[in-house]
């Protein structure tokens, strides 16, 4: 019989019958990348695994209904259902678009993203996805006219059906068991890729994190001071800071590429590349505070790194003047206590921008005289746009357009695997300019103007280009991908500025390969400028070795 949808909303569906069918709809339409990893790590879809299979998502379908019906009060039950659809199909969609997990790193790169960066990441594709799995059983939902158990009754009734479904989730779980722990142990990445558990898990991770962000700031290294290096030189120093955005140091030409995407720093003298080198995080949310704190990547801790002054601060308080230039999304806390200068906005001081893209060039806009007229030893971070994806064409002008066809658009799916890395590859020619122009600015410093000067380049994590279906980055580290891992570091020095700190050039050559991480950079930094401090740590400082008469 033809039942329209307003006859077929103007009947009263009972709350639980309505919970159980969100309960199902979630479990299912929602999580199709999970049901895909899970069936994988199960053995794979054959009528042996069916039952298992089977039971396992009568185990969520259960947990969720239960979860669901404690909700399923009047006021309150269309509320968290819309909310919990919507946020269901939105997270299902970045998982299959991309390949990402959720977890509390992501929320926190999500949140800590300027709206520029996160209109990127909206298409058609996505809309439709959230369209038909979120907006339009939502909108069926708020328009549903819902019998809800009154009284007592009612309390006894939602009692019962939670705590039953629990009961016979805990029975099922505990005769497959034996079943399934093999695939949940060794797949660690499925409580990330379960919808809308992991955001809700992420979210309060997140929340609870920013909320017990202590307000008073513990000082650090206020012993910091100048050492022997210093003493009766009437010589500046300016040391410059690179930190990169999204560049994995495999698609370096000079870690071993087959492409030539290094031609200007493979020319350049002097250049000292370390090929092995590990980031603290997968996202810039996580890394730079990481990397800018005196905790190493086991130690670190959102509210650990925001409690205590860092590496800039420790610099400040050894008499440098320190300034965080950024074409990026904020330096995340880190730059809190000293000058900052935002070249992100088009309508700002970047020179360099086309329509809303403000290119990495900008960064260097006025620094030589900024060189010239200072008359402090200078610090300066330059926080790249870099390879930040998906719109990888947008990082680059057009004349770096080298590799072709691009992918153009924010859709992989319309973008094939070659196109894509071709876009990736033209951002990482487009460093490579950059990186070179930063050290010829620096070099004509030191010829020109009497400056000792030094750059210090690390890219804050990688990126996945499709390798195991994984894209774009901020996996959990616990099982991220050597593509999101291992990133791009390299060192420039003047002839003069390496002399006067006494820096063995042929140590740190001999060390390019050497096993390091962002670990290293807080203590390295102190000891390439020579700056005494109980807080260093020798051992994690790549100098200490390579530092002669010192």
């Not at 990397?291 to 050894?318: I, M, N, T």
């Not at 390879?387 to 064409?393: D, I, N, R, T």
Request: glycine share 8%; aromatic share 10%; charged share 20%.
């Amino acid at each position: 019989m033809d039942v329209s949808l307003d006859k077929l909303l103007a009947r009263r569906i009972s709350a639980p019958f309505l919970t159980l069918a969100v309960a199902v709809f979630l479990a299912t339409a929602g999580n199709i990348k999970f049901w895909t990893t899970f069936t994988a790590a199960a053995g794979g879809l054959t009528p042996g695994r069916l039952p298992l299979l089977g039971g396992a998502m009568l185990i969520i379908v259960l947990f969720f209904n239960a979860c669901l019906t404690l909700a399923s009060f009047r006021f309150v039950a269309k509320p968290v259902f819309i909310l919990l659809l919507v946020t269901a199909s939105t997270a299902s969609y970045f998982i299959a678009a991309y390949g990402i997990v959720i977890d509390r790193a992501m929320v926190q790169n999500v949140f800590e993203t300027d709206m520029r960066e996160a209109g990127e990441l909206v298409s058609w594709n996505m809309l439709l996805t959230v369209g038909l799995l979120g907006l339009l059983p939502a909108s069926w939902i708020a328009r549903a006219r819902i019998a809800y158990p009154q009284g007592r009754r009612g309390l006894v009734q939602r009692a019962g059906i939670a705590g039953g479904s629990l009961l016979l989730a805990l029975l099922l779980l505990v005769l497959l068991f034996k079943s399934l722990a093999p695939a949940v142990r060794e797949h660690r990445e499925l409580r990330f890729l379960l919808t809308p558990t992991n955001t809700i898990q992420a979210m309060n991770g997140y929340l609870r994190g920013k909320w017990a962000t202590p307000v008073v700031v513990a000082p650090l290294g206020r012993d910091a001071m100048k050492g022997k290096a210093w003493a009766g030189q009437t010589r500046r120093t300016v040391t410059v800071i690179v930190v990169g955005e999204t560049a994995r140091a495999m698609n370096f030409s000079l870690n071993g590429y087959r492409r030539q995407t290094n031609p200007l720093l493979a020319r350049q003298p002097g250049l000292i590349n370390f090929s092995n080198v590990r980031s603290c995080g997968t996202a810039t949310a996580v890394s730079v505070p990481c990397v800018f704190s005196a905790f190493g990547r086991e130690e670190y801790s959102a509210s650990k790194a925001a409690s205590q002054e860092g590496l800039l601060d420790v610099l400040d308080h050894a008499g440098f003047k320190v300034l965080w230039r950024d074409n990026n999304s904020g330096c995340k806390g880190v730059c809190a206590r000293v000058a900052f200068e935002d070249l992100s906005r088009p309508d700002g001081p970047n020179g360099f921008c086309a329509g809303e893209e403000c290119y990495d060039e900008g960064l260097l806009g006025g620094l030589p005289e900024l060189i010239r007229r200072s008359e402090h030893d200078l610090v300066i971070v330059l926080h790249q746009k870099g390879s930040h994806g998906p719109a990888y064409a947008k990082r680059y002008p057009h004349d770096f357009g080298r590799f072709n066809p691009v992918c153009d658009s924010n859709d992989f799916d319309k973008c094939t695997a070659a196109s894509i890395a071709n876009a990736y590859d033209n951002t990482i020619l487009y460093t490579d300019y950059f990186l070179s122009k930063t050290i010829d600015t620096l070099r004509a410093a030191a010829e020109q103007d009497g400056v000792d000067t030094a750059m210090l380049y690390f890219s804050d994590h990688g990126e996945s280009l499709g390798e195991n279906n994984l894209y774009l980055h901020g996996a959990p580290y616990m099982f991220a991908p050597d593509e999101q891992t291992r990133v791009p570091m390299m060192l420039w020095m003047s002839d003069h500025f390496s002399e006067r700190f006494g820096i063995d050039r042929n140590c740190l050559m001999a060390r390019r390969s050497e096993a390091l991480s962002h670990d290293n950079v807080f203590h390295s930094v102190l000891g390439l400028l020579d700056v005494n401090t109980a807080v260093l740590n020798p051992k994690l400082d790549l100098f200490h070795a390579c530092t002669r008469g010192m």
